[in-house]
Nanobody, 129 residues
Framework: QVHLEESGGGSVQAGESLKLSCEVS???????????MSWFRQAPGQEREGVAR???????SYVDSVKGRFTISKDNAKNILYLQMNDLKPEDSATYYC????????????????????WGQGTQVIVSS
């Protein structure tokens, strides 16, 4: 049973930084040799959108709105996925979710959330101007 749990959200001022963590349990890297791990976010009244993703080769990609400010990384030994968020803006305010899709590298799937079978419960980020 794959379980994801996010942490690290909070309230900050514009321009500040936060680092989100996602603890991944029950996920076998030996079994799922190919995989895509992603961060999504959802603001009130808006659709959930993917913001960053990383695969088994550590190749990372980002949506344009966060390029140069957010960095996704993973520590396979600790089974933790990270999202370092710098120079935060009010429009970054949202609930952030981590998600995992096994059997595919990120480059072969779209950013749509329906592609991911495993999700965490989310952690809230509030950025004040």
């Amino acid at each position: 049973q794959v379980h994801l749990e996010e942490s690290g959200g909070g309230s900050v001022q514009a321009g500040e930084s936060l680092k989100l963590s996602c603890e991944v349990s029950g996920f076998s890297y030996r079994l799922y040799r190919l995989y895509c791990m992603s961060w999504f976010r959802q603001a009130p009244g808006q659709e959930r959108e993917g913001v960053a993703r990383i695969d088994n080769t550590a190749e990372a990609s980002y949506v344009d709105s966060v390029k140069g400010r957010f960095t996704i990384s993973k520590d396979n030994a600790k089974n933790i996925l990270y999202l370092q968020m710098n120079d935060l803006k009010p429009e970054d305010s949202a609930t952030y979710y981590c998600a995992v899709r096994p059997y595919d590298r990120c480059q072969y799937i779209s950013w749509e959330d329906r592609n991911y079978p495993y999700w965490g419960q989310g952690t809230q980020v509030i950025v004040s101007s």
